[in-house]
């Protein structure tokens, strides 16, 4: 789903603003929606992700919650559609976490639970059609956890001043992952407001 992750990447770089010193981490990078892939290997990134790695995406296996780093290690922190895959016990002590190692920009985003409908729709579209595997695990895992409302974001920020973003537009996204498992082409520069509401994800954002 490349067209989604340039969408998704695009509007955190925008946010970002990174300069030559800048130290990036990503928690849950799994190529290709890895930040890694759309910044110069000349800007100090790690990515981590529980049950992978991959020393050409400087992505390290590593359990987050179990970190060792310490605060304000890093410049900017980024995790995207990652919370929806944690215990909800461990959720508050996800966002405290990222917060505490990061010193300037913390983005985390999460899918809006108003694509939960369309989820399931899809996912009986793709079992049906034998395609989609790694969305079809993707999607069951929201199902499994439970993607968080905004009242519970809202709960797990409640310490901190943060604004948010909305991401993709939602029937927007729909149509995107449809080309991608079904391979046909959609052409971006016919879309307009492509994060216009209701969208797929919103971003929250902490600059300190």
């Given amino acids: 789903m490349g067209l989604d992750f340039n969408i998704r990447y695009e509007q955190i770089l925008k946010l970002l603003k990174l ?12 190529p290709p929606a890895c930040l890694s892939s759309y910044i110069s290997k000349k800007v100090d990134y ?18 987050f919650l179990k970190n060792n780093f310490e605060t304000n290690y890093f410049t900017h922190s ?3 559609d990652t919370i929806e895959h944690i215990d909800k016990k461990d959720r508050q002590k996800f966002i405290d976490e990222m917060i505490r190692v990061t010193k300037q920009t913390i983005i985390v985003g999460v899918p809006n639970p108003e694509g939960k409908q ?12 034998k395609k ?21 974001m809202q709960t797990y920020f409640r310490k901190y001043k943060y604004t948010t973003l909305e991401n993709f537009n939602l029937q927007y996204w729909i149509g995107i992952l449809l080309s991608d498992v079904f391979d046909f082409d959609i052409d971006l520069k016919k879309i307009s407001n492509i994060n216009a509401s209701p969208a797929y994800r919103t971003f929250y954002i902490i600059n300190k």
């Fill in 78 to 80: 980024i995790s995207t």
């Fill in 132 to 152: 989609g595997k790694n969305y079809i695990n993707f999607f069951k895992e929201h199902e499994e956890f439970g993607v968080p409302s905004k009242a519970a």
């Fill in 19 to 30: 300069k030559r010193d800048s130290k990036i981490f990503e928690v849950g990078a799994l």
């Fill in 118 to 129: 369309y989820e399931k729709t899809l996912v009986t579209l793709l079992e049906a059609s």
């Fill in 46 to 63: 790690l990515g981590i992700n529980k049950n992978y790695s991959n020393p050409s995406y400087r992505i390290r296996e590593m359990n």
